[in-house]
């Protein structure tokens, strides 16, 4: 799948402003019209991160197995 982002600062203000519209919400019916509108972006993985709490940093770090790809060791603390 293509990368929606050419600049990794540009997904990290992208998802800011995810998470300050997933931390606003007060319903479900609100998250799910958040969620539809950007997992198609961002991608389900990110998107539950934010849902769940995690941290923008831990959400932008991305698996192992990317920054195995990005060319670390895939051991570093997330």
Known sequence: MPRSFDDPREELEYLKQVKTELDA???????????????????????G?????????SVVGGTSRARKRAGGTGSEPT
């Open 25 to 47: 919400a007060t319903s479900k019916e609100q998250v799910v019209d958040i969620w539809k509108r950007h997992y198609l972006k961002v991608g389900h993985r990110k998107l």
């Open 49 to 57: 991160r934010l849902l769940v709490g995690r941290d923008l940093d």
